[in-house]
Nanobody, 113 residues
């Protein structure tokens, strides 16, 4: 079993920023593309973006500009930097090893004043 450990969620005011982190076992992290997804209440899980093992990123169209995904292969950790947050960004955020069945436990992000 591969365990992904997420951190960094919480309550933030509109216009604020948060950085999420997701740590994975090194042996699989180094060779894997990683994805961030989110699921808002009453909605389906949706893609935020992905980062390839070599660092190339792509984002869902609605996420471009405010969200940035990066990875630190030495720490086997992928990050999601979120800026200028608004209430529609309230969701549980999950990391995922792409092309696998392995998901993080999810971390709650709530944007509210």
């Amino acid at each position: 079993q591969v365990q992904l450990v997420e951190s960094g969620g919480g309550l933030v005011q509109p216009g604020g920023s948060l950085r999420l982190a997701c740590a994975a076992p090194g042996w699989i992290f180094s060779i894997s593309a990683m994805g961030w997804y989110r699921q808002a209440p009453g909605k389906q899980r949706e893609l935020v973006g992905r980062i390839a093992s070599g660092g190339r990123t792509n984002y869902a169209d609605s996420m471009k500009g405010r969200f940035t995904i990066s990875r630190d292969n030495a720490k086997s950790t992928v990050y999601l930097q979120m800026n200028n947050l608004n209430s529609e960004d309230t969701a549980v955020y999950y990391c995922h090893i792409e092309d696998s069945s392995f998901w993080g436990q999810g971390t709650q992000v709530t944007v509210s004043s």
